[in-house]
T-cell receptor, first 113, second 112 residues
Framework: ETGVTQSPTHLIKTRGQQVTLRCSSQ?????VSWYQQALGQGPQFIFQ???????GRGNFPPRFSGLQFPNYSSELNVNALELDDSALYLC????????????FGQGTRLTVV | QQQVKQSPQSLIVQKGGISIINCAYE??????FPWYQQFPGKGPALLIA?????SEKKEGRFTISFNKSAKQFSLHIMDSQPGDSATYFC???????????FGAGTILRVKS
């Protein structure tokens, strides 16, 4: 098990609603990356936070936003939920801006109905 | 140029056999190539990774072979066991980049 924890593990939302997902990074890690994994596909990069600043963003609309806190935990916010947002949302923590030794949490399964 | 193509989509191997999964990348700036293992309901777990300065890396039953000129790398699982049944993802990135680019995954089933 990694030291990366995500909450909640599952949730169901209605189309148009807003959702906040949370991630606690592994001790000593100051970088958190968020990924979306649709069913049967590989994870897709949403964005990364390094020392509380956004450090790169994938091909996701602005209604996907995030925060990183001084303790390096992070939130992913999604506004105006769409059915296609249904997926497993993963966060990964790492040290510095290196992708080596990036450890993933167990994910949050979001279902939009 | 950001794609990583992975094959096969699924693989069935007898217990004790060798499982081989292949990946190809396009971006020559990538210099870090990890493999992740994912069980149902879990996040991906880092299995083994390689940098392009070596052509092969072995850890226990798992070996990565890397061909820089062909821009391909592969995962070999020796003496495959039923407990290895999982989805395997290759990925590529820059060591000091901000994202991992994943392949689509390979569902491995090891028959006992």
């Amino acid at each position: 098990e990694t030291g990366v924890t995500q909450s909640p593990t599952h949730l169901i939302k209605t189309r148009g609603q807003q959702v906040t997902l949370r991630c606690s990074s592994q001790s000593g890690h100051n970088t958190v990356s968020w990924y979306q994994q649709a069913l049967g596909q590989g994870p897709q990069f949403i964005f990364q936070y390094y020392r509380e600043e956004e450090n790169g963003r994938g091909n996701f609309p602005p209604r996907f936003s995030g925060l990183q806190f001084p303790n390096y935990s992070s939130e992913l916010n999604v506004n105006a939920l769409e059915l296609d947002d249904s997926a497993l949302y993963l966060c990964a923590s790492s040290l510095g801006q290196s992708n080596t030794e990036a450890f993933f949490g167990q994910g949050t399964r979001l279902t939009v109905v | 140029q950001q794609q990583v193509k992975q094959s096969p989509q699924s693989l069935i191997v007898q217990k004790g056999g060798i499982s081989i999964i292949n990946c190809a990348y396009e971006n020559t700036a990538f210099d870090y190539f990890p493999w992740y293992q994912q069980f149902p309901g879990k996040g991906p777990a880092l299995l083994i990774a390689i940098r392009p300065d070596v052509s092969e890396k072995k850890e226990g039953r798992f070996t990565i072979s890397f061909n820089k000129s062909a821009k391909q790398f592969s995962l070999h699982i020796m003496d495959s066991q039923p407990g290895d049944s999982a989805t395997y993802f290759c990925a590529a990135s820059r060591v000091y980049g901000n994202k991992l680019v994943f392949g689509a995954g390979t569902i491995l089933r090891v028959k006992s």
